[in-house]
Each structure stands twice: as structure tokens, then as C-alpha cells.
């Protein structure tokens, strides 16, 4: 079943990418099956992240930029994430209205997706969507995240290239020299660049941009997703940082150094659905109740979940698996 | 978190009415009925609606429609929704929709029809219950 599906999915079948990102987005072994067997054919598409804060416009300049790559030939997928109800984990996931110009193409496949209690920015199952599009055939992957602020740069870990959109207004240049999001951007964008004060703001991410990444000169540029001003030019940044990425012969560190970043937040989204399927609900309520009543420090109580956690496990699965990477390490051949 | 399996909706209006005060309130009360609801926005073909429901991977779509076209773009988003493979999902309706009109939905394949007044708890309950089922 799930090789029918891959097989699907690798003919560029919609309903079977539509179907595999909702088997990712539950989880569990098929999901990982199914991904790992997709993932050998993700080399050819180009993952793109777009980020900047709520109502800079990115719902809208994906749309433009999707229709642009289409007009360059090429196929699209878009990844649009908008965040859940921390209190009905329902959500309301409206980017699509931003996105009418390829809402009749159907070589542009469109996926909505809640963030589910993710923090920066990102939807738990986003990487894996990103997967299915790429083995579908998607020559490029538009990513969208959540409105973001100032510190949430996880998208750097995820995607080749991240674009951050700015608009005018939105603070001095001290904005700038804050650290987080600004530096993480591989293309910066003044979008609505029709209003008052986009130079300005261009200005001030150039000083910002000065010192190129890794040999790559960041490009500060001028878009109005309304006129569709800049589209072409940031299409073209897009497809530069692409031909960079592809001849950088010093990638090895860098690489090495997201996929560990990509281990360890698997393993943290891993120990957390483990923590809170096993925590034994009476105990937490109690730690609760000593918290609100002041007896407890928040902290302290974390960190007696954490120790009931490991207590409870020390003849359950962990221990298991911990033999099995033992002989993983002995080179048993257990594992591929 | 993963694990869970979350109800997603698809809101949308098909046709030239713009009025979409009602569709975005539905879909704020599903939202806080736990849901993940997509919203398309107005004037939506019936290809463009089929095609975010197939995108998508919803479980449930509600229609809007306040312009009394109601019989004919419904008929032609059930057609679509049928050309994808889609006809096992649970559609809903809202809007202006004289009663006599009802009955001719549900042929088509329109599960249930909320008209004015219609309370959002039980539209939420009805998809609870409903979602799934249908053949």
C-alpha cells in the first residue's frame, strides 16, 4: 500500500501527494516508510522559505512568484503554514485567497497547513510535505511560514534558500541590528514597496547585507506584489542563490551542520509526543495544583515529570532501543 | 502534535456573490470547534473548488451562496468534485436556499443545508457525526 502510494505520488499524481502530506501530517511508521522512500528522488527541486511578520504580504508575492516560475516553465508546489488555536487546535487557514493568480493552473499544487502547536513558524509535518513535493516533480517549493517576529529562524534549518519580507513602517534601523531573523536571510524583500519609506528600509538592510554569507552577496530588492513590481527580479535572486548553492564546493560543514540541527529537532518533536502520551495525567494534575498554589516552582515540577518519565521507562521500550543501537554500533545489521 | 487525525473543512464560494460575511463566520465557529478549516475566498469556480478539496485532502466542504444560483454552481461543483474521485465527501451548504430547493440538493449529493439562523453548534455537531460516513 505504501509502495502504490509512493509510486503515485513519483508519477506527480495530485491526489496521492494530497493524500501522502496527510498521512504525514499524522505520523508514525507508514508516514516514515513512505518518506524514506521518497527522499532519494527530492535531489532535483528547490526548496525556497519565505518569512517576515503577519500581513507583510507573503501569502501574495507566493502567488505572484508561483506565476512567474510557471511563466519560466517550471513547475511549483506551495507549502502555506498559518497557526493553530493554542486553545481549540483548530485553525483557519486562509493564504489561498491570496493566491487566486494560480488558482486555476493545476501544475501549481497548493497545501494549507495548521502549525499545530510548532513553534517558529513551521507545521510539524512540513519537512515531509516538502519531500512528497519534491519527489512529485516540483521543479521549485514555496514555503510559507506563519507570521513571524523576530527570533523564529527554524526555517533556515528546513529550506535552500530563505527570502525575508519586509514592509515600510516598521521600525528604525535599530530594528536592524538586532540579531535573529535579518541575519538568517539569504535575499532580503521590501515588499508594498509602493508606500512611503521602502528606501529607507532598503537602505538600512543594506548596511545590514554589507558582509556577504559564505561568498554570497545579499540582495536587498523592491517589490509591490499589487503591480507585480520586483517579481521578476526576485525570481531571478531566487534561481542566482540556486546556481550558487550548486557550485559551492565548501559545502560539506554547512551541511553537515543543518542535517544535525534537522536530527535533533526530530528527536525533540519525538521525545515530546512520547512525554505527553506516557505522562500520567493524575501526576500532572497534582504537580499542577502545587504549582498554582505556590508550593511548587514550575521548574521543579518539570523536572519531576522528566524524572517519573525516565523512571517509568527504565524497563519499557527505551532500554530496548538503546540494545538495538548498541548492536547498530557493534555493525549488526539490523538497521539499513 | 502528530498522531491525530484533525477534521479539515474547505469554505468556499462559488460564483459572483461576494458576500462573505456568513462563510467567514462559519469558519471562525469551526475553527473554534477544533477544526482546520481552509478558506478560498469568493468568486471561486467550481474547477478551482474542486481542485483545493483534492489539494487539500479535506474531509468536508461548505458552499455559500446568497445569489439564488445555488442549483446550478452546486450541480457543477458536484460534477467536478465526482471528475476527481471526491464524491465520497461530506458537502454542506449555507446561504439563501429556499426550502423547496432542499430537497434537490440532497439528490445531488448535499448532505445538509443551513440556512439563516442556523445555529454554528450545530453545524459543528453535524460534521462531528456525519464526516466519514457517507457512501
Known sequence: MIEQLAEAVLAGQPRAMARAITMAEIG?????????????????????????????????????????????????????????????????????????????????????????????????????????????????????????????????????????????????????LKAGLLEVADIYVVNKADLPGADAIARSLHAVAGHPLDGWERPVLQTSALSTSGIVELADAIESHREFLGTRRVAGDQDVQMASKTILSLAGRQMLDELESTVDPRQLKSLAAGVVSGALEPRQAAQEIVRLFFEGRQDGPLSREMEVAGEFERGSSRWP | MSGSKKIKVLIAKPGLDGHDRGAKVVARALRDAGMEVVYTGIRQTPQMIADAALQEDVDVIGLSSLSGAHMSLFSRVMEELNRRGLSDLLVVAGGIIPDEDQEALREIGVHAVFGPGSSTQDMARFIVANVGTQA
Open chain 1, 28 to 176: 508514525g511508521e507508514q508516514a516514515s516508510q513512505l518518506i524514506a522512500r521518497l527522499r532519494p528522488s527530492t535531489r532535483g527541486g528547490h526548496l525556497v522559505g519565505l518569512t517576515g511578520s503577519p500581513g507583510a504580504g507573503k501569502s501574495t508575492l507566493i502567488g505572484k512568484l508561483a506565476r512567474e516560475f510557471r511563466n519560466r516553465g517550471k513547475s511549483v508546489g506551495v507549502l502555506a503554514v498559518d497557526p493553530s488555536s493554542p486553545v481549540s487546535g483548530g485553525a483557519v487557514l486562509g493564504d489561498r485567497v491570496r493566491m487566486q493568480d494560480v488558482a486555476t493552473d493545476r501544475g501549481v499544487f497548493v497545501r494549507s497547513m495548521a502549525s499545530r502547536g510548532r513553534q517558529g513558524g513551521l507545521a510539524p509535518a512540513v519537512e515531509d510535505a516538502a519531500v512528497i513535493l519534491r519527489a512529485a516533480g516540483k521543479d521549485i517549493v514555496l514555503l510559507e511560514t506563519v507570521g513571524v517576529g523576530q527570533g523564529e529562524v527554524d526555517v533556515t534549518n528546513v529550506v535552500q534558500t530563505v527570502v525575508v519580507v519586509l514592509t515600510p513602517g516598521m521600525g528604525d534601523e535599530v530594528q536592524s
